[in-house]
Structure formats: C-alpha cells, structure tokens
C-alpha cells in the first residue's frame, strides 16, 4: 500500500495561484494512477484531475481545465497540483489519490482509489 501525504494548502485570494504537493512513500508511485479529489462541508468528494502512471494523459474536470493543472515526477515519488486564478468556488479540501488497478487509465470515481491523502485545506477569500 502507498501512502500520500498532501501539502500546500492555505489561505490565498481570488486571482492568485497555489501549488499542492502530493507525496508518497511505501510504494514506487510510478506503477500508479495519481488524482486528486476536492471536497467542501456537506458535499461529496469530486474529481478534478488525474494522470497515468507514467504521465503521458491527464484529465481535468472542466471548470478548472484552463487554469489547473496536474503533473507527476516519478523519479521524487511526487505529483503536484498547479492552480492559477483561484476563485473561491475553488475553496476546499483537497485530497490526493492513487489506484494500481489500471496504470493508463483515470477513473473519475472516488471507489476507484484505494490510497488517500489526509487532505489539505484550501481558502480563497473574495
């Protein structure tokens, strides 16, 4: 089992940017499906990005496409989250995932992962 450690959350204000970090250890995360999750109070968690193992693919969920984005670095066991204009609809807990089940896939649904992040907090003041 992987285990994911998430940082970079804080406080910031609508337009600026903030980078997530999504560490692990235990496993070589090279061999897994990365994503991340957010979730407000009261809401279910959703996807809004994910890449391969390998990181040839990403996938974003459509509000974010244009000012989020997902990469990996294999080789320091990281997969980081880029957000850029941040609103605060954008405000959060943010949460890092890993599934072994398909490493060129990216399932967009939460029982697909079984290796989780405690989450990070994000606050975008208006």
């Known amino acids: 089992q992987v285990h994911l450690v998430e940082s970079g959350g804080g406080l910031v204000h609508t337009g600026d940017s903030l980078s997530l970090s999504c560490a692990a250890s235990?496993?070589?995360?090279?061999?897994?499906?990365v994503a991340w999750f957010r979730q407000e109070p009261g809401k279910d968690r959703e996807f809004i990005a994910g890449?391969?193992?390998?990181?040839?693919?990403?996938s974003l969920l459509s509000s974010v496409k244009d000012r989020f984005t997902i990469a990996r670095d294999n080789k320091k066991n990281l997969v980081s989250l880029e957000m850029n204009r941040l609103k605060p609809a954008d405000t959060a807990v943010y949460y890092c995932?890993?599934?072994?089940?398909?490493?060129?896939?990216?399932?967009?649904?939460?029982?697909?992962?079984?290796?989780w992040g405690q989450g990070t907090q994000v606050t975008v003041s208006s």
């Open positions: 890449i391969t193992a390998d990181g040839d693919r990403t």
């Open positions: 235990g496993r070589a995360l090279r061999t897994y499906t």
């Open positions: 995932a890993a599934s072994a089940a398909d490493p060129g896939d990216i399932p967009l649904i939460t029982i697909t992962y079984d290796n």
